[in-house]
């Protein structure tokens, strides 16, 4: 079946630092890739989104690459700030038979500090 | 656009009784909705999909007599928790899919459920 690993938080940083947030998958089709941000008391945003390998998403200065060869989608952001302290998860949709199903990494806790 | 709403944001309720969440798509409509529980520092897991004027397809492992999923309209979608344990205890979250964006689903903020 289907699955999304991502990295255990919490991660905390400072400002204007470097951000990783790695993610893998496991899919048994060609699946769409996606990020999405959950900030406090909200509900979950898309942030950015890949359908095909070798494509990048981008939003709001985060990226991420669909890497079919290392079935990985990690998200990147050159430099954070304190409003990026959120809850960010990885996620895949399969596209083989039309399945829309969404399936979600764990969620990683991010927090950035002045 | 493309804004969900949840109702009410959070519930405490005594065990044995029912509690109703309803889901609304507020500026598009929403041919498919989800319904997800979410554990605390655990991930999403979804827990049916409906379908406007259809019945729910339940994932498995989730009690469909117990968590009753209604989608009378494009803009509105209920679950029902019947006959809630404190093991229901959970943060429950929907979300709707228009009919033209295929894999874009739109999250509502959720709503908290606490069983005594």
């Known amino acids: 079946g289907n699955s999304v690993t991502q990295m255990e938080g919490p991660v905390t940083l400072s400002e204007e630092a470097f951000l990783t947030i790695n993610c893998t998958y496991t899919?048994?089709?060609?699946?769409?890739l996606f990020w999405y941000v959950q900030y406090p008391g909200e509900g979950l945003q898309l942030l950015l989104k890949?359908?095909?390998?070798?494509d990048k998403g981008s939003n709001k200065g985060f990226e991420a690459t669909y890497r079919k060869e290392t079935t990985s989608f990690h998200l990147e952001k050159g430099s954070v700030q304190v409003s990026d302290s959120a809850v960010y998860f990885c996620?895949?949709?399969?596209?083989?038979?039309?399945?829309?199903?969404?399936?979600f990494g764990t969620g990683t806790r991010l927090t950035i500090i002045p | 656009g493309a804004v969900v709403s949840q109702h009410p944001s959070w519930v405490i309720c005594k065990s044995g009784t029912s509690v109703k969440i309803e889901c609304r798509s507020l500026d598009f409509q929403a041919t498919t909705m989800f319904w997800y529980r979410q554990f605390p520092k655990q991930s999403l897991m979804l827990m049916a999909t409906s379908n406007e004027g259809s019945k729910a397809t339940y994932e498995q492992g989730v009690e469909k007599d117990k968590f009753l999923i209604n989608h009378a309209s494009l803009t509105l979608s209920t679950l029902t928790v019947t006959s809630a344990h404190p093991e229901d205890s959970s943060f429950y979250i929907c979300s709707a899919r228009s009919s033209g964006r295929a894999y874009e689903q739109y999250f509502g903020p959720g709503t908290r459920l606490t069983v005594t």
């Open positions: 996620a895949l949709s399969d596209q083989v038979e039309g399945n829309e199903k969404l399936t």
């Open positions: 890949a359908t095909k390998a070798d």
């Open positions: 899919a048994t089709g060609y699946p769409s």
